[in-house]
């Protein structure tokens, strides 16, 4: 059984940064992609970025590309997002989401792909 705990988040200015840890649990770490998907008040979730297991490809959303970073720290068993020049549309909460299951590129942000998820962590920009 996998468990996904998120910490960090919080209110910042525009323009500011935060940075998000979602550590897991379990012995499929090495074998999971891993990544993080949000929801903003009435809106659908949308994904946001993702890192793949092995080779670590990062993917991300078309609205925080150059802005946002996702990396995994192997030893600690967690994958962090570095989130820079936020802006108020980044306000949602910033859920964790892994599966073991094989990945394809294409649906790295279909939430149906991930069958882990964490409880989420509320990021404010205002």
């Known amino acids: 059984h996998v468990q996904l705990v998120e910490s960090g988040g919080g209110s910042v200015q525009p323009g500011g940064s935060l940075g998000l840890s979602c550590a897991s649990s379990g012995s499929i770490y090495d074998t999971m992609c891993m990544g993080w998907v949000r929801q903003a008040p009435g809106k659908e979730r949308e994904g946001v970025a993702a890192?793949?297991?092995?080779?670590?490809?990062?993917y991300y959303g078309d609205s925080v590309k150059g802005r946002f970073t996702i990396s995994r720290d192997g030893a600690q068993r967690t994958i962090h997002l570095q989130m820079n020049r936020l802006e108020p549309e980044d306000t949602a909460i910033y859920y964790c989401?892994?599966?073991?299951?094989?990945?394809?590129?294409?649906?790295?942000?279909?939430?149906?792909?991930?069958?882990?998820w964490g409880q989420g962590t509320q990021v404010t920009v205002s």
């Open positions: 890192i793949s297991p092995g080779s670590g490809r990062r």
């Open positions: 989401a892994a599966t073991e299951r094989t990945v394809l590129s294409a649906l790295v942000f279909d939430e149906t792909t991930y069958n882990y």
